[in-house]
């Protein structure tokens, strides 16, 4: 069963945008990343925020972590053609050994 | 660094045929995953590896699946006999190990089965 649920499902800007994604999820986290897939290529790994941070930074990527709502946001800023993509939310959860529970993605679509 | 490496690329059945996938994680990685993704989904865990032993197989049918990782490196995935269900793309990823968890990767293996 898929635990993230991303919102929307499909995303179309224009390039200068900024993205938003959302991510809403059911049970306790260690920790949730989100991850990128380019059409017919594996998956890249974008950041990881931990169950015990609210924000977290990385270039033009912004993530929050609301874990009373059980939500994550991903937002994407200043877009490009080449931010055109899958992005999935994937919380890790349970014990020592970690796995990884995937939603479905929201497909991001910027316009030139 | 090399990446993680997965072959074929593609690939064709007809439904009942047998069909092996093979990954190479990157060197070092101890942890090794099977996933499943089916078009316009999320990829979902089939089996985990933790050097040569099975960490988690819990959503592998194994029944019809099987996966293995020999020495704790290389590992290869077998449908043996595949349905049309299984139409999928097969991503192989690896991390360093299974509490750290950044996964890397493979390009995947596009199954159809016809």
């Known amino acids: 069963s898929q635990q993230g649920e991303e919102d929307p499902q499909a995303l179309s800007i224009q390039e200068g945008e900024n993205a938003t994604m959302n991510c809403s999820y059911k049970?306790?986290?260690?920790?949730l990343q989100w991850y990128r897939q380019n059409s017919g290529r594996g998956l890249v790994h974008l950041i990881l925020?931990?169950?015990?941070?609210r924000e977290k930074h990385s270039g033009r990527l912004r993530v929050t972590l609301d874990t009373s709502k059980k939500s994550s946001s991903l937002l994407i800023t200043a877009s490009r053609a080449a931010d055109t993509a899958s992005y999935f939310c994937?919380?890790?959860?349970?014990?020592?050994?970690?796995?990884?529970?995937f939603g479905k993605g929201t497909k991001l679509s910027v316009i030139p | 660094e090399a990446g993680v490496a997965q072959s074929p690329r593609y690939k064709i059945i007809e439904k009942r045929q047998s069909v092996a996938f093979w990954c190479n994680p990157i060197?070092?990685?101890?942890?090794l995953y099977w996933y499943q993704q089916i078009l316009g989904q999320g990829p979902k865990l089939l089996i985990q590896?933790?050097?040569?032993?099975?960490?988690?197989d819990s959503q592998l049918p194994k029944d019809r699946f099987s996966a293995e990782r020999l020495k704790g490196v290389d590992s290869t995935l077998k449908i043996q006999p595949a349905k049309l269900e299984d139409s999928a793309v097969y991503l192989c990823?690896?991390?360093?190990?299974?509490?750290?968890?950044?996964?890397?990767f493979g390009p995947g293996t596009r199954l159809t089965v016809l």
């Open positions: 590896f933790q050097n040569n032993g099975v960490v988690d």
């Open positions: 994937a919380t890790a959860s349970g014990a020592g050994s970690y796995q990884l529970t």
């Open positions: 925020i931990r169950s015990n941070e």
């Open positions: 990823a690896s991390s360093f190990s299974s509490s750290y968890n950044e996964q890397f």
């Open positions: 049970t306790s986290i260690n920790n």
């Open positions: 060197s070092g990685h101890a942890t």
